[in-house]
């Protein structure tokens, strides 16, 4: 029980960060990136390629987050130009729409090229025990750096120019262009970190078990509905839900079987829509 | 008066006649070849899930991304059902549409009870579209998993030949045809117009936005479990990729797209050519995903209207008014002012001078 509790744990952590990529995306410029996962998935694929080829470890894992961001930047600045120039009320469906398209492109693109590539970062060593619990290394690596890549959102939020400069977009778009800020920067900027953060997601969970070239849908459902729960926008609020999902998740998958936890995966984020659409966290 | 509802019936079903005439005759150059009566009969299964996608989609602006997951529910109720039980296979194939008309109606009402529902209905039958699917491969006593499930249900029947099946999907098709048409020209077919244009201005008028909605999620993927059902023992044997989220929703997303959203015969005419891409695409199999991917990017970037209606609007304008099939297809579709869910500006502009306007816009 105490293991499965500290594997949700950390998978929640996961799911957490992921959330907060999406919700990020889609607080800035109403856009739900439903390519999210494919491009976690797609930066792994790229630190695989490169280990094969013999690049060391640590390069080849920071050259795949920074593809993943340069994507998510790519993406920004090109098809999603004509979404946040669409003032209308189908914006927010053609944001859909398109990114539906890029995760197809991606999957189809690794799906050709890599059917059976998978990252494998696994941290080897005998399990520690801490707390009477015998924790594996890898798992105990992948809470460290989430942990401290928490810790850097929130300074960044919090203390930054820059990241004050993203919340005040988030809340009100025009108030913050009569304050000298630019919207569209902090939008290509914000959507280059989610990809990296995405990416980040990735090299994590390839320290604990493969992340193989097909799991990128996979991971896209979960960080939307991470999203969902946590209400759509709030930083915060994803990052919790992540916790719970996760633990909800491993707690369900080790008891009863993958296709439940699947299952209340969805039942969470229905019953989220119609008992507190706005999310864990926030006032309705 | 009757005079004139006679020309309106013609306008309107003479389309779906010539249309279905034709696939009608496709057996006559294809019937020898047992493949490429597969491919043509599965080409119309996925006519048919495109119709049913159009009416949820097209219609009320749902963004159903379950369209493999409620076909399997058909396939594999009924599969399960037909094997398990003593019921007729007829009539496990109704109640597994019943079924699949269920949880489409449910995910609708998730979905469209709140404000967000644009988002929410795509998040929520995404999600649907994944734990159907690990369903599919966790519970391998009913489904068989990733060996599949053999349906011996049926196969005695018209719709184990090696040229009528063909004909049983094409009547499916017709009658959605019909159904899609018959809906959209009743105060239904009003009502799914009137909040697709502004939703706002549909409720104050007192049209219940959200009941519309569940109605025609249900009429849907009561089309999809039918056709999801039948495509299943037809094909005698299903598996987890049967109805995967990549095989289906990806291709008849494309399919509805390309032939025009909200159009009665865009599905067909998207069906139709996605069915002969693939064919000569063959060899690239794995390529396809892809392909669809950057062809969903082109048209949604450069022609909101779908490839279709552009094509004979442009035709139709550079013949001066010669009316070809697919436009007025297009113009019975939407009552003369196609404007599909994700269209660009206010109000009815013509299909081509909306393709042209983005066109430039995306360069």
Redesign the interface.
Known sequence: MGAVLVDGFVLGLQFGILGVGLTLV?GLGGV?N?AHGQMAVMAAIVTARLIDRGVSTAIAIVIGIAAAGLLGIIIDRT?MQ?VYR?Q???R???G???M??????????L??RY?IEALNLRVGGDPVSLFGLKIRRGSIWASAIIGLIGVALVLFFRFTTFGRATRSVIQDEEGARLCGINPAMVRTVIFGLSGALAGSVAMIQAMTSPVVSTAG??L??FA??VA?VGG?GSVSGAFLAGILLGIVNTLSAFYI????S??I??AA??IT??LR?QGLLSRA | MPDSTRSQLLRGYAPIAIVIALLALVPLWSGDSRSMMTVVTTGLAFGAYAVAFNLIFGSTGQLFLCVGALAGIGGFGSAILSERTAIPFVVTMLLAMVLAAGFGALLSWVAVSRSLDTIFTGIVTLAFSLSFENFVLGRQDLTGGENGLRVEAGSDTVLGGQISPYYVFLAMLAAYLVLFRIIQTSHFGWAFRALRDDEVAAELSGIDVARYRIYAAAVGSAMLGLTGATFAHYRSFIGDSTYAFGNVDVRVLVMLAFGGIGTVLGPVIGATVFTVVDELLVDYASLREVIYGVVTLVLFLSFRQGAVPAFTGAVGRLLGGGRTLGSAAVEDGSGGAPEPPDGGGPGGSPADEVATEETAESR
Do not use: N, Q, R
């Open positions: 889609y739900v439903l098809i004509p669409d209308t009320d189908h927010v469906l053609l859909l729409l398109l539906l398209g890029v995760g197809f492109v991606i999957d189809g693109v799906e050709w059917p849908v996979g896209t459902i939307l509905i969902v759509l079987g993958t296709f439940v699947s299952i995966l969805v984020a229905a829509i119609l659409p």
